[in-house]
């Protein structure tokens, strides 16, 4: 269990963030610069808030109107650097029992070999970290962490330094570690994919600030506001006037798109005239055969568009639609067949669907 | 042939590395860790001694030991400390003058530690004390050690300001810079060479050896 909720000004920046943890993992995302390290260090007292309060399982650790302000050894938290932080005058196995301070020495030692062996680091026990590979330092830097048994981890960028695939096989690491030791985790990362496989909550920060906290599928599929949309790569985002909203349905209009019909999110009182903002995944853009007629069920969200540029991406290609009379550009992903079949190229007149289920709006 | 002379700048130049390394250590993990007002001020302090003429540095250091200041005074009457020629205002014109020599160097070690490897030790349970002990020095050891050679050399070779402290009393306050010049002066050319031999022998052995264990450690 962590609460915390802190509050410190600098020059030009400045972060205010309130959150509550369970035993869970949560990935603290946002763009470089949002403010995603300075929390770590608030929280873990490395640098020292200017109001607000944190507490570790009911133990407040510091709160500005009460004047606790618990020195660092005495917070138990587990913090992995970014850099890992190893002593580089130390073998693996004494940066991991430099963890395990405080138990006898037959204790320590046990709880050595068990995280060496946890973490895969049989076999190395006697090297020093620069014998190491990046990928055998951050376990260690783990290892030792661990030892210490902390009531909560927090983990700095832990995987940014590393290979790709070396990030893939610690990221699965990390999660068994965690099903293991079910310790209240911050996970900070800028990387999208990062995000997804590890955070079951995620929390979004931009400049300071949290702008959505929630289950993963609600933050990447529902984002709460448009900079979200943008993290987490939504990349067709428009404004959009409300002409009306029937029950689960409203109904925008936006200039070079023209009306566009979409369930309206819930919880959400939107009335006619007021802006909106809405998107669709590339992906998800339905490209229309120009030789069929429109039934029915597609009369909706139909846009006209002459392409731009098509990119390939691998299987796929990134078609850039102008709509309208100004510059907006849609963005549609199709698979390489449709492409071709199509003869989807750069200038051709094209008709797409933006189908109903697939438009998220943001109040 | 006075052997004096030596026995006295050995003692003088151990008696004030010991000094200017423990004062050192402290002012360099102030200035390469804190964040305090004056900070600007005692960094450009604790240098002066590589700029100013040791004499000058002398002189000031006779006027505030001397009886003719409060500090001075007090030094002599309430502590019974004499510095005002006698050996231990050698030291005194040694440390302040070999401290810069110590603080350069542990300063950047102190500083080449970083701070994320001392707060990784505090966030795994280590008081101040235990952090600077296991983590601090023994990665700053090789930055401390040249300082500290530095130092001590810088000690040993002292003149003017040792000269204006101490004086130049053979037997009591005469040190080897002092005494060579002494030689040189009333012609004793046989002792100048002796003692210059002895003292450019030892410089050279104390920075070779200490070069080649500060770089052939790892």
């Known amino acids: 269990m962590l609460e915390l909720s802190l509050k ?8 205010d963030v309130g959150l509550s943890l369970g035993p869970e993992l949560l990935v603290l995302f946002g763009p470089s610069g949002a403010g ?3 929390l770590m260090k608030l929280v873990s007292g490395i640098l020292r808030p200017d109001e607000g309060s944190v507490s570790i399982d009911s133990r407040v650790i510091f709160d500005s109107a009460s004047g606790v302000d618990l020195p660092m050894r005495q917070r138990r938290i587990g913090f992995v650097f970014q850099d890992y932080a190893l002593f580089s005058h130390m073998t693996v196995r004494d940066n991991i029992a430099y963890g395990a301070h405080g138990l006898s020495a037959p204790e320590a030692r046990e709880s050595v070999a068990v995280l060496v062996t946890l973490m895969r680091l049989g076999g ?5 970290p620069h014998e190491l590979s990046g990928g055998q330092r951050q376990r260690v830097a783990l290892a030792r962490t661990l030892a210490a048994r902390p009531r909560i981890l927090l983990l700095d960028e ?13 990221r699965a690491d990390l999660l068994a570690i965690h099903e293991l030791f079910p310790i209240t985790t911050i996970l900070v990362t800028h990387d999208l994919e990062e995000a997804f496989m590890l955070g079951t909550r995620v929390a979004v920060i931009n400049n300071g600030r949290l702008e959505q906290v929630g289950g993963r599928e609600d933050v990447f599929y529902r984002p709460a506001t448009r900079n979200v949309a943008r993290f987490i790569g939504m990349r067709n985002i428009f ?17 070079d798109i023209g009306i566009v019909t979409a369930f309206a999110p819930p919880d959400a009182r939107v009335r006619p005239g007021a802006r909106v903002s809405f998107c669709i995944r590339p992906e998800e853009v339905i490209v229309v055969r120009p030789d069929r007629a429109l039934g029915h069920m597609a009369m909706e969200n139909v846009v006209e568009g002459v392409i731009t540029s098509a990119l390939a991406k691998g299987s796929t290609h990134i078609l850039f639609l102008r709509v309208g009379a100004s510059e907006t550009l849609l963005k549609v992903e199709v698979p390489n067949f449709v492409r071709r079949k199509l003869a989807l190229a750069s200038g051709a007149a094209t008709r797409v669907l933006l189908k109903k289920e697939s438009i998220w709006v943001i109040p | 042939m006075d052997f004096f002379p030596l026995y006295l700048t050995v003692k003088v130049s151990l008696v004030s590395t010991v000094i200017t390394v423990a004062v050192g250590c402290a002012v360099s993990l102030a200035l390469a860790r804190k964040v305090f007002p004056g900070k600007g001020v005692l960094d450009a302090l604790v240098m002066q001694p590589l700029v100013i003429p040791p004499t000058v540095l002398g002189y000031y250091l006779l006027v505030a030991f001397g009886r003719s200041t409060g500090f001075g005074r007090f030094l002599g009457d309430t502590l019974g400390i004499e510095l005002v020629f006698t050996w231990k205002g050698a030291v005194v014109a040694a440390v302040i003058s070999s401290l810069p020599l110590f603080i350069q160097p542990a300063r950047a070690a102190f500083e080449g530690v970083g701070a994320d490897v001392e707060n990784a030790a505090r966030l795994l349970g280590r008081t101040e004390w235990q952090v600077l002990r296991t983590i601090t020095f023994p990665l700053a050891w090789r930055g401390l050690l040249a300082g500290a050679v530095m130092s001590f050399a810088r000690a040993t070779g002292e003149f003017g300001a040792t000269l ?7 037997g009591r306050t005469q040190t080897l810079p002092i005494a060579i010049y002494d030689a040189v002066q009333s012609g004793d050319a046989q002792s100048a060479n002796v003692l210059v031999a002895i003292i450019t022998v030892f410089s050279f052995a104390v920075i070779y050896i200490t070069g080649r264990f500060v770089r052939g450690g790892r």
């Not at chain 1, 410190?8 to 400045?14: E, I």
């Not at chain 1, 006037?241 to 936006?254: E, K, L, Q, S, Y």
Request: hydrophobic letters at 40%; charged letters at 20%; zero cysteines.
């Open chain 2, 164 to 170: 204006m402290v101490a004086g130049n009393i053979p």
């Open chain 1, 158 to 170: 832990p995987f940014s330094a590393l290979d790709y695939q070396v990030r893939e096989k610690l």
């Open chain 1, 239 to 255: 404004n959009g006037v409300v002409d009306g909203v029937d029950g689960g349905t409203i109904i925008m209009h936006n200039p």
């Open chain 1, 36 to 38: 995603k390290s300075l």
């Open chain 1, 8 to 15: 410190k000004a600098f020059d030009g920046f400045s972060i």
């Open chain 1, 124 to 128: 190395l026990e006697a090297r020093y």
